[in-house]
């Protein structure tokens, strides 16, 4: 099985039914390359929501073979599953948000969180952290980063351009912050509580789930009741958002940080991905250096 999604790269050849592209487009890949087309979700472009949805890699494919991944000199894929990369926006940068920039965006239009003026907390500034901050910026939206890590303050608001900081831990400045927040994006997957979280919202506030933690939450429903406060989760978007997505990124000149790096540099970069050293995501130049 061959890992790899968020690929992006020059289309090579094309199929005889094939209206989308032309051989020579910048296009990507994305978490996605089918689904049953005939479901509900499938009809009002919510293919990640099929129940038969086929991911990148190492999902069951409809001939019963195993798919394979963009860790490859080419990959073959249906051309509903592939995006159009706009001429300004850096394939290297702009491959992370094939899965990430979808991951943060959907939740932040759905929810109503993308009008300009809202006060949106982001919890966790990494991989998907930091590029929610940059899409709710690029929305309008006041963005608290919400972290354990004091020292990420700094990168936060210097570099990534939001506008405030709180230590999750610092029960002082939480408690300062409480019903200051019109939404929140959770983006980890360590355990960890949501009660404080949720004490952040405002009246009708809304907290979004997108990690997957190991020990269940615990979520007594009195935090709910007393504030019409909803709890959600969304993953990743449609095809026709995830397009959208990348054109608002185009627009607005929004990319992950990313560190490139060569094939032959793999197995080090997951031994650093384990130390959490990488800011904030690992590109790999296959097209340049597999097999070097």
Do not use: W
Not at 244 to 250: C, G, Q, T
């Amino acid at each position: 099985m061959v890992p790899g999604h968020e690929i992006v790269g020059l289309v090579t050849e094309v199929g005889r039914n094939v209206t989308k592209f032309k051989a020579g487009d910048r296009a990507g890949i994305g978490c996605l390359v089918n689904a049953c087309h005939s479901c509900d979700n499938c009809k009002s472009d919510l293919e990640n929501y099929c129940p038969k949805a086929i991911v990148t890699y190492n999902g069951a494919d409809v001939d019963g073979t195993r798919t394979q991944g963009g860790y490859s000199n080419t990959i073959v894929a249906n051309q509903r599953y592939v995006v159009r990369i706009p001429d300004n926006l850096p394939l290297d940068a702009g491959a992370p948000l094939l899965c990430a920039g979808i991951t943060v965006y959907s939740p932040l239009k759905y929810f109503g969180l993308a009008e300009p003026g809202k006060s949106i907390g982001v919890v966790g500034l990494g991989g998907l952290g930091h590029v929610a901050v940059k899409f709710a910026k690029a929305f309008g939206a006041k963005v608290t980063v919400i972290s354990t890590s004091p020292g990420k303050e700094k990168e936060a608001i210097e570099q990534l351009g939001a506008d405030a900081f709180l230590v999750s831990h610092n029960a002082e400045q939480m408690q300062a912050a409480m019903g200051t927040l019109d939404g929140i994006i959770d983006t980890v997957s360590a355990t960890h509580q949501i009660v404080p979280l949720i004490s952040l919202l405002k009246t009708n506030g809304k907290l979004v789930l997108l990690g997957v933690p190991p020990v269940p939450f615990e979520l007594p429903s009195y935090t709910l009741l007393m504030g019409r406060k909803l709890v959600a989760g969304s993953g990743i978007g449609g095809m026709k958002e995830t397009q959208e997505m990348i054109d608002f990124a185009a627009e607005h000149n929004i990319t992950a940080d990313i560190e490139v790096i060569s094939m032959d540099y793999v197995n080090t970069a997951m031994d650093r991905l384990a130390k959490a050293d990488v800011r904030y995501r690992f590109v790999i130049d296959v097209g340049n250096t597999l097999g070097a």
